[in-house]
């Protein structure tokens, strides 16, 4: 069963910081490409960060560029969001997703986990 499974969300103070996880089952995520989106209420899914399936090229929106980080450990299946100097404006449920390199009907999307930026 493909299975994308969030945690690490949470509420932070301005400034702060915050490490999501994402853990794949099912499938084997080197063939893969993974990305963070964020939703918050009456707007679209955006993309966050990006990493590709080769060498794990990171790719990041301008508003989160030298305070998010995206990295990815093939071995566990799991990818990571390291999120710093935190601002109210990073509030919103974040979605892992995963996207095959190869065949476009994989793309798998886990159930989000919600995180809070306020003092």
């Known amino acids: 069963q493909v299975q994308l499974v969030e945690s690490g969300g949470g509420l932070v103070h301005p400034g702060g910081s915050l490490r999501l996880s994402c853990t794949a089952s099912?499938?084997?995520?080197?063939?893969?490409?993974m990305t963070w989106y964020r939703q918050t209420p009456g707007k679209e899914r955006e993309l966050v960060a990006s990493s590709n399936h080769i060498g794990g090229r990171a790719n990041y929106a301008d508003s989160v560029k030298g305070r998010f980080t995206i990295s990815r450990d093939n071995a566990k299946n799991m990818v990571y969001l390291e999120m710093n100097r935190l601002k109210s404006e990073d509030t919103a449920v974040y979605f892992c997703n995963a996207r095959s390199a190869y065949y476009s009907q994989d793309n798998f999307w886990g159930q989000g986990t919600q995180v809070t930026v306020s003092s």
């Open positions: 099912g499938f084997t995520i080197s063939s893969f490409a």
